[in-house]
């Protein structure tokens, strides 16, 4: 049966035009990764289920759960289904297929072809004009991805249950979750954006108080999951149990979603959200050699070394008249990413796509920085770049003839109260920021290609002292490769 439903599924794909997933933010998911996901949940022999998909689609995620049932791995006497699909074209094709498990399976299922968000607000207030919603014992989701709004109404009903989110897919598992039962469990898949960055910090701390983390899985090949569906972020499946007390978390990773290197590891919570954190960002070790032992053995936050980062503050399209393309007199450096070329700077640049230079004036003033020594990473770097964190030095010599300097938006910068740092600690943070140690580290929590203030600043660091050493070593060196900088960190570090 799955394999009609991932045949039909590649030829609804292929129908499906890219503007109407735009705006659903909808993908199907392929047979082998709806088999997984159904094959996560544990349930007790002789207990009844009642089971939410929201998000149904062609139904491939209950019709794997459905078929552990045929296959004789499940002994359920009674099953409850209720599947959300909003999408009309879809509803006669998964009625067809649900009906003829069936045929075969003591089931009970209903479609609803509502709104999922409005109708689990509903349920949630207790709406007496709404047909009400069951406790469900397990919740299978593929959610839909799409930002939300500020403003909109989907959040304005978020919050009235106390749901506070900015994307669809963190919606419905935050939902879905509320609509457990006592350990009921949620298998879901999921970008892994919500692991990170401050916009999913209430989310975050929902799931983890509402809910044990029991595994997550990784596939380590970024954006082979959907690789049909031409999905271009970073996705983990993740399994929770709602109200359960939280022990120890699987952490199972494969290359893609054929799982042919199925791999797991047992990881102490605390080694995926560590409790001293405020952001409480989840990481990801893949393995035991890969844990954040290393990570916590480095104690110094940014505040305890006087430091600040912040993202450049100059947006170019809201100064666009203050721009120019190259240095004229009354102007100060502006500097872009593309100025920085593997850890050294190119200024001014001719021929540059960006301008080189801002207008000092008193309009243009707060957005500049004296010149000076300071320590920037990019916050965005290339798919093809092994590295996550890629970090220089801008030094005052560079610029002989100017007091101020421009950094744009999509660089961080790494300052003491918007002034310059010392020579040496500004080198030696950036040594550190370059050396494998960080950047193994930082994938634990972050999956995609940003590289955000509030990420750099949940880092922990060696101390100022050491940080200096590093830089002042860091000086010396002609050529300051890869494998120096490894082992230069590991001797002060072990």
């Known amino acids: 049966m799955l394999s009609i439903i991932e045949k039909s599924r590649t030829r609804v794909v292929k129908a499906h035009k890219l503007e109407q997933k735009t705006i659903l933010g909808q993908y199907f998911t392929p047979a082998n990764i709806s088999r997984f996901m159904a094959d996560l949940f544990y349930i007790k ?108 109404t989907y959040r304005n009903e978020l919050r009235k249950v106390g749901i506070e989110t900015v994307n669809l897919y963190s919606a419905f598992v935050a939902l879905a979750l509320s609509l457990l039962k006592k350990n009921g469990q949620l298998v879901a898949i999921i970008p892994r954006s919500f692991c990170n960055g401050p916009y999913f910090l209430p989310f975050r701390k929902y799931i983890l108080e509402h809910a044990a983390i029991r595994q997550i899985h990784l596939f380590s090949s970024r954006n082979k999951a959907f690789k049909k569906d031409e999905v271009l972020q970073e996705n983990v499946i993740i399994k929770l149990e709602r109200e359960a007390p939280q022990t120890n978390v699987l952490i199972s ?34 393995s035991f050699d890969n844990t954040t032992s290393s990570y916590d053995a480095l104690r110094h936050t940014l505040y305890d070394l006087g430091i600040e980062v912040s993202t450049g503050p100059v947006v170019d399209f809201r100064l666009k008249e203050y721009l120019f393309a190259m240095p004229t007199a009354g102007t100060v450096p502006l500097l872009y990413p593309g100025h920085f070329t593997n850890h050294t700077l190119e200024w001014p640049k001719p021929g540059f796509k960006k301008p080189n230079a801002i207008m000092y004036n008193a309009k243009t003033t707060k957005w500049l920085y004296p010149n000076g ?47 310059s740092l010392s020579e040496h600690l500004a080198h030696g943070l950036a040594a550190y920021l370059n050396s494998t140690n960080v950047d193994e580290n930082f994938r634990l929590f972050n999956g995609h290609t940003q590289v955000n203030a509030t990420d750099l600043r949940s880092l922990k660091y060696p101390s100022k002292e050491d940080l200096e050493k590093i830089g002042k070593w860091a000086i010396k060196q002609k050529n300051l490769t890869q494998e120096l900088i490894d082992k230069k960190i590991k001797h002060l570090i072990p």
């Open 373 to 419: 020594f300071y320590c920037i990473v990019r916050r965005f770097s290339a798919k093809e770049e092994k590295r996550r964190i890629i970090a220089g030095v801008v030094r005052p010599e560079h610029f002989k003839r100017t007091d101020m300097l421009g950094f744009e938006n999509h660089l961080n910068v790494f300052h003491q109260g918007k002034k």
């Open 253 to 286: 990773t494969s290359t893609d979603d054929s799982f042919q290197d199925y791999k797991f590891f047992i990881h102490p919570f605390n080694n995926i959200v560590s409790p001293s954190d405020a952001n409480s960002f989840i990481r990801i070790p893949t």
């Open 45 to 152: 022999p002789g207990k009844g289920c009642s089971l939410l998909d929201a998000g149904a689609g062609m139904g491939s995620l209950s019709t794997a759960f459905l078929e552990r049932l045929i296959l004789g791995d499940l002994k359920i006497p009674t099953i409850e289904l209720n599947a959300f699909e909003i999408v009309q074209g879809l509803l006669p094709g998964l009625n067809e297929v649900l009906k003829k498990y069936k045929e075969k399976l003591p089931i009970q299922y209903t479609i609803h072809s509502k709104d999922f968000i409005e109708s689990a607000v509903n349920a949630l207030l207790g709406n007496l004009f709404v047909k009400p919603l069951p406790k469900y014992t397990h919740a299978i989701l593929n959610p839909p991805y799409r930002k939300i709004r500020s403003n909109s």
